[in-house]
Structures are given as structure tokens and as C-alpha cells.
DNA sequence: CCGTAAAAAGACAAAATACTCCTTAATCTA
DNA sequence: TAGATTAAGGAGTATTTTGTCTTTTTACGG
């Protein structure tokens, strides 16, 4: 995708996020190749088996190799919620680290934005626990909403 | 500093953010020479250099080179809010672009998570916004709170 | 006017992130 | 068992961010 300046999640986040809502949406229990998620989403086929495997490390995803394989949720879309995938690609940090950077937010001593920061955080990180992969796909087959660039996604 | 993986702010926007409450503490309009910043917050005196040019080209702060020179803000603290800084470095992204990375937000076709996300950067947006360069140094002062990795910064 | 101190500017280096490609291992089908 | 298909693993490239270094410009102080 490239270009992106400045944002809350990694790239390789934003695409683990948005293969999720895919499999979710798909949801019977039949593995999907990397290679039909990559294409129906845009997104780079070798990077997404990367981003994916991180998934399936910390068992949000289970994989099987050969022919008919692929990937699929190892739970349903109800019981998975977003803080899942960001802490596995991107790790906890957004959630525990201090604003201005100072190490050990939380058991230090604090920092001058301290309170407001984790005030802020503390939305993020309830955003992040109580949205689940079926709540959007919920959202996204009612409202056919966008989950490629172009918009030409369609839901299952 | 270094190792930091996902922030929400860039290394360069924290350093903005405490050279700025720094010059803040000082308060006077005397103007306070880039190496005493790096050395009292212990940053890269070159790279503090560059991310501060960036916020006298924004009207944040003021220079003046030359025996005597430096920089200071351009109005005293409690004129100033957080955002500013954060736009002048790390630009407006974090506030306009979508959790999922797909062009257009707010203008185009929504993805599945734009409600949660728009509430949660109206959060962030808002503490911000309300948070000012004196805030800061108030508590800071008030808590003799961190301002750098080893907590030996002095307050004025 | 001269020397010095400071920011500005620009070239360069290192590290992290984003992305590509090739090989290997596992599993299915015939 | 052989061939095809697909994930896993690892090496390599590109871009961005972070950080360093050197030179230039501007202002002060004598
Ligand atoms: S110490 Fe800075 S945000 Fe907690
Ligand atoms: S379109 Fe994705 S957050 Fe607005």
C-alpha cells in the first residue's frame, strides 16, 4: 500500500485486522488459501503469509498446508475481539507505553501527560476489547461497507 | 533513545512535545539555546535541531541565531495546545485517517470499524486539544514529575 | 570590522518497517 | 508413490524514520 505517514497500527496490523473480518465473514470452517485473502483484499501475497503466521502463532488463526489449505479462525467471530490481532502483530505497547517515550510508564514515576494519557488509552484499549470480528462483519454486510481501497469487496 | 516499536506519536513529535513544555517551564522570554534543551532532556542535540525548525516554520516557536540566540515560543504557555505541536510534526494523520488504512475517511464509503474509530480519535483529539503547554508544566512543577529517561531534569 | 556563538541547511549513516522472492515442508489427489 | 498445491521459513530489497556530521548563514561583542 506504501505511502501511509503516521498512524495508530502498523501496516502489517491493518492487514492481519482486515483478513480477520474476511475469515469471520466467510465463517464455516473450511480453510482459506493466503493466496484468495490476498487477492480479494489487495493486499501483497508474500506479506500477508507473514503478517498471518504471527496469527496463527499466537492461535487467533490455525493453518493447514497442500492442497485445500489455508487458514481459518480457530474461534468464532464472537469470541475474538481486536485487541487480540493488535497485541499479536503489534504488541501491547500502544496501550502500556508512556506518551513522551519515558521508560516504565505505570511503575515509574509519572510523566506531566501521564493522567490524560492513560485516560486515552484506557478508550483505546475498551474500543479495542469490546468490538469483536463479528460486530463488523455484522456492521460491514449490513451497511456494505469498504474493506479494500477500491470498494469492490464484495460480502459473503 | 531508539527501540521504540508502535507508538502512537513519532520519536521526533515526543521530542517537540518535551523541548516545548521545557521551554515552557523556563517562561521568560529570554531565548534558550537548542544544546541546553538537548542536554537538559538528554536528546540528540543535531536531531532536536531539525525536529525544532519544524515548529518555528509552524509559528510555534521563534529563533534567533547568533551569541545569544536559541529559540522560544511564540506565546506563552497556556496559549498553547498540545495538537499544535503534534500537527506541526506528525502532521494531522493520527486524527483523519482510517484504523484500517484506506484512503478517503470521512469522505468515502466508511470501512466496518469507522464508528468506534471516529469516537476513539475524537478522545484523542480532545485530550489534545484541552491539554496545554502550561497544564503541563503545572504538574510537572506540582509533582516535580519526569521529564526525562532518568527523572534528574530539574524544574525552573 | 573581526572572531565567535548559535541556528539553518544539507549530506550522510544506521535502524526499523514494508515488501519481494526463493526454497522447504506438509498435505492432498490421482 | 508422484505430482501438485499451499503454508512456513529465510534471505534479500526498498523506503521511511532516526540520528550524525559538516558547512553555511546570521547575529552578537569587542
Ligand atoms: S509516564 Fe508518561 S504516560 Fe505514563
Ligand atoms: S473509513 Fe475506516 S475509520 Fe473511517
Redesign the pocket.
Known amino acids: 500500500?506504501?505511502?501511509?505517514?503516521?498512524?495508530l497500527l502498523?501496516?502489517?496490523?491493518v492487514?492481519g485486522l482486515r483478513a480477520s473480518v474476511y475469515l469471520a465473514s466467510v465463517s464455516d470452517d473450511s480453510?482459506?488459501?493466503?493466496?484468495?485473502?490476498s487477492e480479494e483484499l489487495d493486499?501483497?501475497?508474500?506479506?500477508l503469509?507473514?503478517v498471518?503466521?504471527k496469527l496463527?502463532?499466537n492461535d487467533i488463526?490455525?493453518?493447514?498446508?497442500?492442497?485445500?489449505?489455508?487458514?481459518r479462525l480457530t474461534r468464532p467471530g464472537d469470541e475474538i475481539v481486536l485487541l487480540e490481532i493488535v497485541a499479536a502483530i503489534d504488541g501491547m505497547d500502544i496501550l502500556t507505553e508512556c506518551a513522551l517515550g519515558l521508560p516504565g510508564c505505570g511503575t515509574a514515576k509519572p510523566c506531566p501527560i501521564h493522567d490524560q494519557w492513560a485516560d486515552t488509552r484506557d478508550e483505546i484499549r475498551q474500543m479495542l476489547t469490546e468490538t469483536t470480528l463479528r460486530n463488523l462483519v455484522d456492521r460491514g454486510k449490513a451497511g456494505n461497507l469498504r474493506l479494500t481501497e477500491e470498494g469492490e469487496f464484495k460480502w459473503a
Open positions: 500500500m506504501l505511502f501511509v505517514d503516521f498512524m502498523s501496516s502489517a496490523c492487514y480453510y482459506v488459501s493466503i493466496t484468495k485473502i493486499i501483497s501475497r508474500h506479506f503469509t507473514k498471518l503466521q496463527t502463532d488463526m490455525e493453518s493447514m498446508k497442500g492442497p485445500k489449505g489455508g487458514v
